[in-house]
């Protein structure tokens, strides 16, 4: 019995680190600029709660050979409106380099909004801010 359940909890537990770990390749690709490619995915903002918030998470990359500095706002609207924006962020990026999600503070909640508003195709988000610095020293 207590194999049983063990087997169980180590199934379980392998089960859902593996779904987690494929869910971090869905980033699709948003825009490319100047050698630096934008990518995103929208996920729950809690682990397996489907119904919590969506977040947007951006997973961004430089592929040309000089480090970057890059600087962001991300703006979120509603009609045409934009209704919320981000603070400003600075990134820099070393050659082949990239920073996502999470780790790379590269989520955006949009705390205005409710899940129906941002499947609603109302509803979109774009950089209001957006700099690229090539070749900047970025210690």
């Known amino acids: 019995m207590k194999k049983t359940i063990l087997s169980s909890l180590i199934l379980f537990v392998f089960a859902f680190c593996?779904?987690?770990?494929?869910?971090q390749k869905d980033y699709e690709l948003f825009f490319s600029e100047d050698h630096?490619?934008?990518?995103?995915?929208?996920k729950s903002s809690k682990i397996a709660d489907e119904t919590s918030l969506k977040e947007l998470r951006l997973r961004i990359?430089?592929?040309?050979?000089?480090?970057?500095?890059?600087?962001?706002?991300v703006g979120f609207y509603f009609q045409s409106?934009?209704?919320?924006?981000?603070?400003?962020?600075?990134?820099?990026?070393?050659?082949g380099k990239n920073v996502k999600g999470k780790f790379g503070g590269l989520i955006f909640e949009p705390a205005g909004f409710t899940n129906k508003?941002?499947?609603?195709?109302?509803?979109?988000?774009e950089f209001t801010k957006l700099d690229i610095f090539r070749n900047e020293s970025c210690k």
């Open 36 to 42: 630096i490619n934008f990518s995103q995915k929208w």
């Open 18 to 23: 593996s779904s987690d770990l494929l869910a």
């Open 117 to 125: 508003q941002l499947a609603s195709p109302e509803f979109s988000w």
């Open 81 to 95: 409106i934009l209704k919320e924006e981000s603070e400003e962020i600075t990134l820099c990026l070393k050659p």
């Open 61 to 73: 990359e430089n592929s040309d050979t000089v480090e970057v500095k890059i600087v962001i706002t």
